[in-house]
């Protein structure tokens, strides 16, 4: 039995919403450990369409726990969207399945407008979402956050609102020249949600160490990718968080140990949304039909993304990064369509070969990709669920990954829908 770790190993939107809805299946505990409402799993099932943004995925199964975990920066009134969502679908009938951490950090309203009041002054663009989410990991770091359990006392929360919007207020009359945000306004937000928070409030460090101990199988899921991390992606072009499996322990409050197994997601190409390098990027048709056949389309922001050829060189660090026990391969159908298909084995920077990333952002801007090129299948893969089933040359790209990766597929997807995927190793066992 083991408990499993759940990684993009790009950029974010590798799939991971798929496979963590599949694994949860089989997981008597799934925990969000990091980001916020930037992100999105999409999850398909039959006719129903599924996008969750805070929430795990596997509060889709009925017999799970879900846990929002203390690394992630919560948006109160997308969470209440999300509830209610799952309540029209059927979905969430127990609502003990869910749990928030008391020491969760709350997204407020100041940070959603300084988020957006950044971006637009800046002379070189980020790519924000203007959800927030860096803001209030500002806001923790600096020790003047929000948290869930600080909501739920009136006198507290009060306290420490007044104290912050003394202080953003200031910044955003004097420096942004913008309307402040009204104190009266907050508070009365915060009704609905202080009631929101009351009954899903928990301490879920306590409860994850009982369910260690009670050899429970628990499925760590993550938010956007490795190559977004603060301190290991192509910063600034970063989100606010550590994305990489590190984060699991601190994000949760459970020790390093009690993971067993990290499953990396990516996909069979890249992909990226908003700004940033992308050493790989397609710029002409081969990338607009990896968008449209692939549905390229951020789940959150609905932004297209940038489509490009899988990057070797980019995977292979994140597998050292995080640990990658084994990858999961998706959206491997979408190259059904080339003739043929390139990978990114090396980089030239300059007059050099490169086999490992840059550190200066400034470089990333300089790569030529070596590419190998390798014959595609011209197959739909659809409906293949073995992987003897799959083409020959469908396989040779796979293998050719591995060697490249330096680990085995363990899983494959090859389409939307939960049947289809090929299981190679099952994570859990």
């Known amino acids: 039995m083991a408990n499993v770790g759940v990684v993009g190993v790009q950029w974010g939107d590798e799939g991971k919403g798929k496979i963590i809805d599949y694994l949860s299946s089989q997981a008597d505990i799934i925990?969000?450990?990091?980001?916020?409402?930037?992100?999105?799993?999409?999850?398909?099932?039959?006719?129903?369409?599924?996008?969750?943004?805070?929430?795990?995925?596997?509060?889709?199964?009925?017999?799970?726990?879900?846990?929002?975990?203390?690394?992630?920066?919560?948006?109160?009134?997308?969470?209440?969207?999300?509830?209610?969502?799952?309540?029209?679908?059927?979905?969430?009938?127990?609502?003990?399945?869910?749990?928030?951490?008391?020491?969760?950090?709350?997204?407020?309203?100041?940070?959603?407008?300084?988020?957006?009041?950044?971006?637009?002054?800046?002379?070189?663009?980020?790519?924000?979402?203007?959800?927030?989410?860096?803001?209030?990991?500002?806001?923790?770091?600096?020790?003047m956050g929000i948290r869930v359990i600080d909501c739920i006392d009136k006198k507290v929360f009060r306290e420490k609102l007044k104290a912050n919007l003394d202080i953003k207020n200031f910044l955003i009359r004097r420096y942004y020249k913008d309307e402040p945000v009204m104190m009266r306004d907050v508070l009365k937000r915060f009704e609905s949600h202080r009631k929101l928070f009351k009954k899903h409030v928990a301490d879920s460090t306590s409860f994850l160490h009982k369910a260690i101990a009670k050899k429970k199988k628990i499925l760590f899921e993550g938010?956007?990718?490795?190559?977004?991390?603060?301190?290991?992606?192509?910063?600034p072009f970063v989100t606010s968080s550590n994305t990489i499996a590190g984060n699991i322990s601190p994000g949760s409050g459970v020790p390093p140990s009690a993971v067993n197994y990290i499953l990396g997601i990516c996909k069979a190409y890249t992909?990226?949304?908003?700004?940033?390098?992308?050493?790989?990027?397609?710029?002409?048709?081969?990338?607009?039909?990896m968008r449209k056949i692939g549905d390229e389309y951020g789940a959150t922001t609905g932004r297209p993304r940038r489509c490009g050829w899988f990057d070797a060189v980019l995977v292979r660090r994140s597998v050292k990064l995080n640990g990658i026990s084994g990858l999961s391969l998706m959206k491997l159908d979408v190259l059904d369509a080339f003739e043929k298909i390139k990978i990114c084995t090396g980089y030239k920077i300059g007059k050099r070969l490169h086999n490992e990333p840059p550190m200066a952002v400034e470089d990333f801007y300089r790569i030529e990709p070596q590419y190998e090129e390798m014959e595609g299948w011209n197959t739909p893969l659809k409906d293949v669920k073995k992987f003897d089933d799959l083409p020959e040359n469908a396989k040779k790209y796979i293998r050719r990954i591995e060697e490249l990766v330096g680990i085995p597929a363990a899983i494959i997807s090859t389409g939307p829908d939960r049947d289809s995927t090929i299981i190679l190793k099952n994570p859990f066992e």
């Open 223 to 235: 938010a956007q990718g490795t190559f977004l991390d603060v301190d290991h992606g192509t910063y």
């Open 271 to 289: 992909t990226r949304v908003g700004e940033g390098p992308f050493p790989t990027e397609l710029h002409g048709p081969e990338g607009e039909l």
């Open 31 to 143: 925990v969000r450990f990091q980001g916020g409402a930037n992100a999105g799993h999409t999850i398909v099932i039959g006719d129903k369409r599924v996008i969750l943004h805070l929430i795990p995925s596997g509060i889709l199964h009925d017999n799970t726990y879900c846990i929002i975990g203390s690394g992630v920066v919560m948006d109160p009134e997308v969470l209440e969207k999300e509830i209610q969502e799952l309540r029209t679908l059927g979905y969430l009938k127990d609502e003990k399945r869910l749990m928030i951490s008391g020491l969760t950090h709350v997204i407020m309203p100041y940070h959603k407008k300084l988020d957006a009041l950044k971006e637009a002054r800046a002379t070189k663009k980020i790519g924000t979402t203007g959800r927030g989410i860096g803001p209030a990991y500002e806001d923790r770091a600096s020790r």
